[in-house]
């Protein structure tokens, strides 16, 4: 699967997979002068050591497509690829349009997924209005729990804590935990994270945004906290950055065939991430990106070559 040696674009990488199949991924290759499977790289929850691939996928501005048929048709191929190929948490909010909605349909359309890790948000004011927004989102995924319940963006998180703590404890909801997307927001967010019994927390990490390498990350550690990154490409700006440059040789590696899998296989790797949503509308996108599910991560000495080739582009 490894791309050396000439240009890479995701464009380019992605229609290549999509003309070979998902099974290339998955495919047999020799290792030690034996037939083995690539297998799905998984990291454990810090408390329980509940094991989850670590490419999920987000659902923000991608799933928001309404009653558009086509589209939602699109969106299931898109869900459908995501299974297929090991994806098991899929993340979601109240504050994506008809996100939530839209990926009831799909998940309706397609056998039951066991491996399924369901993380949606609450977003919202108050008690009641928290309450009543939960239970909504449940029956628009068709769900009878969800496994990961974040309040999002802290609002209202002190009013939303005491109903979550009470939803786990009656077994309601699994894990509970708390996002943010906002740097500026780190100085509160710490606080909830070393004061509050969070399973979970979400924040943004990729190869250039690495703010929350200073305090945010090893506080997670230290609390026992898993970590769920989003923006891992930057909203797309990363691929602006690389754009019709070549995949450094070394990359292969770590089996990263595209800019794609190089930045998520960053992101994961730092050792107190547990995995990474990226959002696409692509099946094409999906396979690449859950190319970068499979094979190994890249070890500390790694992490700091890749961090450097990028700061010298």
């Known amino acids: 699967m ?3 040696g000439f240009s890479l674009t995701r464009r380019r990488l992605v229609t290549a997979l999509g003309a070979i199949g998902a099974g290339a991924l998955m495919r047999k290759i020799p290792a030690s002068g034996q037939d083995a499977t ?11 050591g509940e094991k989850l691939a670590v490419i999920g996928m987000g659902t923000s501005r991608t799933f928001d497509v309404g009653n558009n048929e086509a589209q939602r048709a699109v969106r299931l191929d898109v869900l459908k690829t995501f299974f297929e190929l090991g994806g098991q948490v899929v993340d979601s909010s109240p504050m994506y349009g008809s996100a939530e909605d839209v990926l009831g349909y799909c998940l309706k359309q397609l056998p039951a997924q066991p491996g399924l890790y369901a993380a949606t948000k609450v977003w919202t004011e108050g008690r009641e209005a928290g309450t009543a927004q939960m239970a909504r989102s449940q029956t628009l995924w068709g769900l009878e729990s969800f496994d990961l319940m974040q309040i999002h963006n802290l609002m209202d998180w002190q009013t939303h804590l005491e109903t979550l703590k009470a939803q786990k404890a009656k077994g309601a909801i699994r894990h509970i935990g708390i996002t943010t997307s906002h740097g500026r927001m780190h100085p509160e967010f710490e606080k909830v994270m070393a004061g509050a019994p969070l399973d979970f927390v979400q924040l943004t990490y990729n190869i250039l945004d690495r703010e929350a390498e200073a305090r945010l990350l090893p506080l ?9 990154v989003n923006r891992p490409f930057r909203r797309g700006a990363l691929f602006e950055l690389v754009k019709g440059r070549k995949l450094p040789q070394w990359a292969d590696d770590i089996g990263c065939a595209s800019w794609a899998q190089f930045f998520l296989k960053y992101a994961v790797s730092h050792p107190n991430v547990t995995c990474a949503i990226p ?3 692509r099946v094409d996108h999906m396979r690449d990106n859950m190319g970068a599910n499979v094979g190994v ?5 790694m992490r700091e070559r890749m961090a450097a080739h990028m700061a010298d582009l």
């Open 2 to 4: 490894a791309r050396t």
């Open 38 to 48: 690539p297998q799905i790289i998984t990291k454990a929850m810090p408390t329980g």
């Open 220 to 228: 997670a550690a230290e609390r026992g906290q898993a970590v769920m």
């Open 279 to 281: 959002a696409t509308r």
């Open 297 to 301: 991560l890249p070890d500390a000495a």
